[in-house]
């Protein structure tokens, strides 16, 4: 979990330094530094908890570790969500700046798919507004990062995001 959580450290700070916009980019900072803090406060808990053995309180403390760490991931998400419609400038040559921008280029066009289609097909109701029952949700860098299948130890480290992987080294 720890390091999944710097995954998704690395992952917004890429996005932050890339935003178009400036209010997106704090975000996404203030985002990415509350998820170090906690995913560096689950490592020291976890190897005290090793060191100490079952007790009822180190568990739960950790726990309530790992449940802090998951709202902070969903967090980054949604900022980089913002972010990505925000827009992004164009990444250096580096492998792992393009991998990020690839990723968010293809949810980004997921949800621009969507919403095309749901303006198409939009069951409105008599004053207009569209009907929530059967609508699909749109979807979500969260929903997205959850579909990947967990990825297996020889699959190369930073994979090509166009060939289906995702761009996290590890299944959230």
């Known amino acids: 979990m720890v390091s999944d959580g710097q995954v998704v450290v690395k992952f917004g700070n890429i996005l932050a330094k890339h935003c178009l916009d400036q209010r997106c980019s704090m975000e996404l900072l203030r985002a990415t530094e509350h998820t170090q803090s906690i995913s560096s406060q689950l490592g020291i808990v976890a190897r005290v908890k090793a060191v100490t053995g079952e007790s009822k309180a180190s568990s739960e403390l950790l726990l309530s570790n790992v449940q802090n760490l998951i709202q902070a991931v969903q967090h980054v998400l949604r900022a980089a969500e913002a972010a990505c419609v925000k827009g992004l400038g164009q990444p250096p040559a580096d492998p792992e700046e393009e991998e990020v921008a690839a990723f968010c280029q293809q949810w980004r ?64």
């Open 109 to 172: 066009k997921n949800l621009t798919q969507h919403r095309a289609k749901e303006a198409l097909n939009s069951d409105r109701d008599e004053l207009g507004l569209r009907k929530t029952r059967g609508a699909k949700a749109e979807p979500t860098l969260i929903s997205l990062v959850q579909e990947q299948p967990p990825r297996s130890r020889n699959i190369p480290k930073h994979p090509n995001p166009r060939k289906g992987y995702m761009v996290m080294d590890r299944h959230l």
